[in-house]
T-cell receptor
Framework: GDSVTQMEGPVTLSEEAFLTINCTYT??????LFWYVQYPGEGLQLLLK?????DKGSNKGFEATYRKETTSFHLEKGSVQVSDSAVYFC??????????????FGTGTRLLVSP | DAGVTQSPTHLIKTRGQQVTLRCSPK?????VSWYQQALGQGPQFIFQ???????QRGNFPDRFSGHQFPNYSSELNVNALLLGDSALYLC????????????FGPGTRLTVT
């Protein structure tokens, strides 16, 4: 079945450092890809998405490019802030041909940014 | 415009008991999905409801059941609770068909002792 693999955390960075969180997927066809963020004690918020190959999703300084050839969707940010500390989940939307789609998530990567 | 709401926020139950969690979808949405997020893990799909019927189901036992009401709100029921059912239960809503975004609620934290 469809699956998502993302790098283990925690990722510990200093403020203004460059961030990369790796994500690769296995899926039938070309699913939509997502990054969600979860702050402590909260639910999931959609950070960005890409629906087809070579699309770049971006939001709040975060970016990720849908790479079909490497089945990857790595999350990047040029300069992290303390407020970016959270858990980041890579996900794909499965079941595109059924009309009833579900999200398949990776295990999450915790990001800790220190001042 | 209210987003997805869930109740209660926290819940503590004893092994063997039954629990019901509730979800109201975002205004205009007709499809509700439930996910289980164990501590330190990513959310796992439990099932999805549309037109008051279960349309898809993940790899969860029959102890997990649900319901959707005519106003599109939904309940998740878990019978014969096990310690391993302790998790954050997330509800997500969307529009059926097409490539619409899922919106998540804040979750219900269930602790089974």
């Amino acid at each position: 079945g469809d699956s998502v693999t993302q790098m283990e955390g925690p990722v510990t960075l200093s403020e203004e450092a460059f961030l990369t969180i790796n994500c690769t997927y296995t899926a039938t066809g070309y699913p939509s890809l997502f990054w969600y963020v979860q702050y402590p004690g909260e639910g999931l918020q959609l950070l960005l998405k890409a629906t087809k190959a070579d699309d770049k999703g971006s939001n709040k300084g975060f970016e990720a490019t849908y790479r079909k050839e490497t089945t990857s969707f790595h999350l990047e940010k040029g300069s992290v802030q303390v407020s970016d500390s959270a858990v980041y989940f890579c996900a794909l939307k499965s079941g595109l041909n059924t009309g009833f789609q579900k999200l398949v998530f990776g295990t999450g990567t915790r990001l800790l940014v220190s001042p | 415009d209210a987003g997805v709401t869930q109740s209660p926020t926290h819940l503590i139950k004893t092994r063997g008991q039954q629990v019901t969690l509730r979800c109201s979808p975002k205004s205009g949405h007709d499809t509700v999905s439930w996910y289980q997020q164990a501590l330190g893990q990513g959310p796992q799909f439990i099932f999805q409801y549309y037109e008051e019927e279960e349309r898809q189901r993940g790899n969860f036992p029959d102890r997990f059941s649900g319901h959707q009401f005519p106003n599109y709100s939904s309940e998740l029921n878990v019978n014969a609770l096990l310690l391993g059912d302790s998790a954050l239960y997330l509800c997500a809503s969307t529009l059926a068909g097409g490539n619409y975004e899922q919106y998540f609620g804040p979750g219900t934290r269930l602790t089974v002792t």
